[in-house]
């Protein structure tokens, strides 16, 4: 990333006061981050503060065992932005590298920007203690597990516990920056006519072999940079989302139903995958999130119909009339998606895990008797945890024998009691989990 060290402090200040958002109030990134980049007109300073954001976030747990070492007490509750502060200081200095200068003025700035004068010299302190002892420091937190992964103790030991032979693989998987991929409209256009474009463009690409429609990029690009991305010829979704569709198999005068819809990315990538169908039906109970699937499926030029509804509650919107596939894209903790999340780690509970569980074996029992015989239910989580995926399956289908596993592809993913768990970062994808059943 050029020129970080002639950005104004500004950026640290709004990415301080986003991290405290997240840490101190709970609040997702999702809904904070971009009404604050909004404040920033410059695209590098939107860039450094979203870098210095997503960075803090992802290695919070390491740069607050380093803090904890730095401070001779804690800071007050009424200080708390300055602890958020200081963690931008430290992610600069110790994993983004960062010039000293820069990294240290420019935080110490930040610190005035914040009306926090009163404490400029013990920011500039501990960052330049930081920085002399960064080796020290290193070492001493590498002998704490949650430091040295950046993740809760809880979800270190969940992943250990599910995949004892892979665990060091996914904490590691999701703490990489995510790449940027792309979803080619077939509609419109083929995958290599617009690798092609791309190259014209001078933005370096490659097929993403797993998936026929995925194309990542070698450096993220603003979307309007993309050739046609307004007209609707490609769309930004990580290639393990875009297996949904293909699983799905949906063919020509079939009614299909997506539950739990938005924002739509596999919606509109079912109807572009499949000309002719007789209806697709997208449900989402959050209204302001079903607003966005219309505003893709416009831009992509698709119809489906929408319905601001819970899919756990079918009596109160289904029309009688069986569906032929069903996709639940059911709720989940999101820990495949923690690389473009990073701020799951720090708001989901392990305590949450269970009442998801319970969630999603609702849908899939409400959801059931709406599929058509010979129907196929397809059923996607972005989470590596068992306990929402395989353990969900196998419960189910002992408990309803009209209920047959459809086998899935082999070229990716671990077999499962039920279904195919593909495991963050292999392939370059997301963590997500599969499996396909179809009713007798």
Known sequence: MPCLAELSGQPRTLAAQLVYRVLDKGESLGSALGPQLAQLADPRQRALTQELVFGTLRWSHRLDAILSRLLKKPLRKKDRELHALLLVGLYQLLILDIPDHAAVSETVDAVRQLGKDWATGMVNGVLRNARRRSGELLKAVDSIDSARWSYPDWWIEQVRGDWPEHWQQILEAGNRRPPMVLRVNTRQVDRQAYLQQLQAAGIEAQALPAVDTGIQLVEPQPVDALPGFREGAVSVQDGAAQLA????????????????????????????????????????????????????????????????????????????????????????????????????????????????????????????????????????????????????????????????????????????????????????????????????
């Open 245 to 440: 569709a293909g699983l799905l198999d949906a063919q020509p005068g079939q009614r299909v139903l997506d539950a739990c819809a938005a924002p739509g990315g596999k919606t509109c990538h079912i109807l572009e995958r499949t000309p002719g169908l007789d209806s697709l039906l997208a449900i989402d109970s959050d209204p302001q999130r079903l607003g966005k699937i219309s505003e893709n499926l416009q831009r992509l030029k698709l119809q489906a119909g929408l319905l601001a509804a819970d899919a756990g509650d079918p009596q109160a919107w289904w029309d009688g009339r069986p569906f032929q596939r069903i996709l639940l894209d059911a709720p989940c903790s999101g820990s495949g998606v923690v690389r473009r999340h990073p701020d799951i780690k720090q708001l989901r509970r392990a305590t949450d895990l269970r009442a998801l569980s319970q969630q999603q074996q609702q849908l899939l029992e409400a959801l059931w008797p709406l599929l058509a015989s010979g129907g196929m239910l397809l059923y996607v989580t972005c989470s590596v945890f068992r306990q929402e995926n395989s353990d969900i399956l196998s419960a189910f289908m002992r408990q309803h024998s009209d209920a047959s596993e459809c086998p899935l592809p082999q070229a990716w993913g671990e077999a499962q009691p039920v279904g195919r768990q593909l495991l963050s970062g292999e392939q370059d994808m997301d963590g997500f989990y599969f499996a396909c059943l179809t009713r007798a």
